[in-house]
């Protein structure tokens, strides 16, 4: 399976669960691995057929800036949500990291994948 991929896309987002966090920004890093053809992109050197890294980016980029959310899981969710159904991604794999959120630590955060209804079947 190709894939394309974006690590450590880096956010300023207001994120968290205590109180505090919502009057603050904190950094969020967060990774992609999406599935996608390459060939015909690459047959064709052509973007407009390819998964333009630089579109997802942004479109992820203004999600999380965009409004404040409490859990990382949620972050996630709607990050999978938004590449599958925007940019007609079969399957996405999303971490999101959330370092400095635990002292003793050097990362935290969550990892999941997700699928189109019918990828597979
Ligand atoms: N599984 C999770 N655990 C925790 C989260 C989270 O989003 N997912 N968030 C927090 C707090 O917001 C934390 O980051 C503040 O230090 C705690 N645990």
Do not use: C
Not at 57 to 77: F, I, K, M, N, W
Not at 95 to 115: L, M
């Amino acid at each position: 399976m190709d894939k394309v991929f974006i690590k450590d896309l880096t956010v300023l987002a207001t994120i968290g669960a205590y109180e505090w966090e919502k009057e603050i920004k904190q950094k969020l890093l967060i990774d992609l691995e999406m599935a996608w053809d390459n060939k015909p992109a690459a047959q064709s050197d052509d973007l407009s057929l390819a998964l333009d890294y630089a579109s997802v980016s942004q479109a992820v980029s203004d999600l999380v800036t965009g409004q404040a959310h409490e859990l990382v899981e949620t972050v996630a969710e709607k990050v999978a949500n938004l590449v599958i159904q925007q940019f007609s991604v079969p399957w996405i794999k999303v971490t999101i990291n959330k370092p400095g959120a635990v002292p003793f630590a050097s990362n935290v955060g969550v990892q999941i994948q997700r699928e189109q209804k019918d990828y597979l079947s």
